[in-house]
């Protein structure tokens, strides 16, 4: 699929499209969330302010992009992994939905979204949201999940211009053991 964003019953215009993409980098964000993501990354370094200013920008702009991928972010460099594998999953309910995917992820198919087309950003999203999810899952000692995600991937991007062989190259050395 070249064209615009397919839908269930229909499709997406180009312009919707083209909003939708927008918001994934920061299109849409009400003034106020933008301002407390600015401030979060600011504070970094002290963990209560950060987290109230990305806790406002939650509240203001809940399914945002923008707010989610901070969250994410901020949580997976602090070492946080289990929450950033939920948001990982919020962003991956929220990939599927503007992207017209089944819900399950393993259900989505190679000719569900234009995955081949490193250009289009919201088939770019869910594939980077499902590594995402892949290697956390991995780091977490879940590694049949994350195999199964990195599985997908490739079968999503055969040319792995995202770079999911590289999870698959670890956990398949991971599954041998120390002793080869």
Partial sequence: MTGPVASGKGRISPVDAAMIADSLLGGGLPREAEHHLAQAGLSYHLDDVAEAHLSQALLLAPDHAA????????????????????IAKACLQKASRENSLPEDWRQVKPGDAAFGRYEEILPRFFLFTLKGYAYLNMRLGETEEGKAAVLKLLELDPSDKIGARVLLDVVTRAGRGDDD
């Fill in 67 to 86: 707010v989610l991928i901070g969250l994410y972010r901020y949580y997976f460099y602090k070492g946080r992994l289990v929450d950033a594998l939920d």
